[in-house]
Nanobody, 124 residues
Framework: QLQLVESGGGLVQPGGSLRLSCAAS????????IGWFRQAPGKEREGVSC????????KYADSVKGRFTISRDNAKNTVYLEMNSLKPEDTAIYYC?????????????????WGQGTQVTVSS
């Protein structure tokens, strides 16, 4: 069964950092573009970032540019989201999913199923 599992969330103070992981199970990530998404209470799910299958192309939502960095380690079958300078408005459940590629780039259009996500809470 193809599955992506998110981890690394937690409670952090404003200005702090977290690194989220998205690990693949049952398939190899090498050929897939992957995106990170988040859903805050009472809001729709939104795209945060994506990375192409090669890792050479990335995109970010305006709200996280300069603070978040997406990367991938295909040898570990894992995609990461490094989050710095966190703000209370970053509080949400974070999900990863395969996304539609526009070779050689990525999009923030999910095409795979959703996992359970990982909770990120930014609060003092």
């Amino acid at each position: 069964q193809l599955q992506l599992v998110e981890s690394g969330g937690g409670l952090v103070q404003p200005g702090g950092s977290l690194r989220l992981s998205c690990a693949a199970s049952g398939f190899t990530l090498d050929y897939y573009a992957i995106g990170w998404f988040r859903q805050a209470p009472g809001k729709e799910r939104e795209g945060v970032s994506c990375i192409s299958s090669s890792g050479r192309s990335t995109k970010y939502a305006d709200s996280v540019k300069g603070r978040f960095t997406i990367s991938r380690d295909n040898a570990k079958n894992t995609v990461y989201l490094e989050m710095n300078s966190l703000k209370p408005e970053d509080t949400a459940i974070y999900y990863c999913a395969t996304v539609r590629p526009v070779h050689p780039m990525c999009t923030m259009i999910p095409i795979g199923s959703w996992g359970q996500g990982t909770q990120v809470t930014v609060s003092s």
